[in-house]
């Protein structure tokens, strides 16, 4: 498990990701810091559940 921190302009993001190669671990906390970071932009929180549209289906 890693944990990794983002800031950018004053605020600051943890990422956490998961994986047993540590390399993939790390790209997926980078990645998870990043999304949270984008959420907290648009004035979101990151526990907040973002709907999107379902397209096709049976």
């Known amino acids: 498990e ?6 950018k302009d004053g605020t600051r ?3 956490r990701g998961a994986h047993t190669d ?4 790390s790209a997926l ?4 810091a990043l999304n ?3 959420i ?3 004035g979101l929180s990151p526990e ?3 709907q999107k549209p379902v397209l096709g289906g049976v």
């Open 2 to 7: 890693v944990s990794v921190g983002v800031e």
């Open 13 to 15: 993001i943890t990422g």
């Open 22 to 25: 540590i390399v993939v671990a």
């Open 29 to 32: 906390a980078f990645l998870n």
């Open 36 to 38: 949270r970071l984008e």
């Open 40 to 42: 907290r932009s648009k």
């Open 48 to 50: 907040t559940p973002i």
